[in-house]
């Protein structure tokens, strides 16, 4: 986590992974990420990335007539540190007591991809880089998941 907490740009000389990759490469990757998080999250476990984590978290639903629907839905939760490094708000969400918080494996993910773990390692790991640099900037990001 300490290697998102940058003080300066960070610059392509620390991103050989990305510059190596094509966009549909790089998308690919995060594709079979966001299936094994997925996959994950059905099973009510956590999947922590190294900036924050995905979690299923209790909700509440507005239906009909002011009643309330308890709802869990998926989340991503930024580290703490991160949020005050950064000088971010948000709501403080927790992930529920008992969750089980594993970290990718990306043996199984690269294993659904043409590529070797390591570069599915390495393209996970420039790519918070990237993100971690844009919430230095103060720059707008997003990131999509089905």
Known sequence: MQKYLLYNSVEPEELPTLREL???EICKIWSAM???IYKQLLQKKAVEIGVGSFAVVPAHAS???GKVLPVER???ILNK???MFYNLESEETKIPDGTPVLQPDFE???ANTHFRQEIVEQCVQETL???AGALRDNKEVEFSFR
């Open 81 to 83: 540190p991160l949020k």
């Open 108 to 110: 199984t993910i690269a």
């Open 74 to 76: 998926p989340m991503f």
């Open 22 to 24: 094509n966009t549909i």
């Open 129 to 131: 880089l990237c993100f």
């Open 63 to 65: 239906v009909a007539e």
């Open 34 to 36: 966001s299936r094994h």
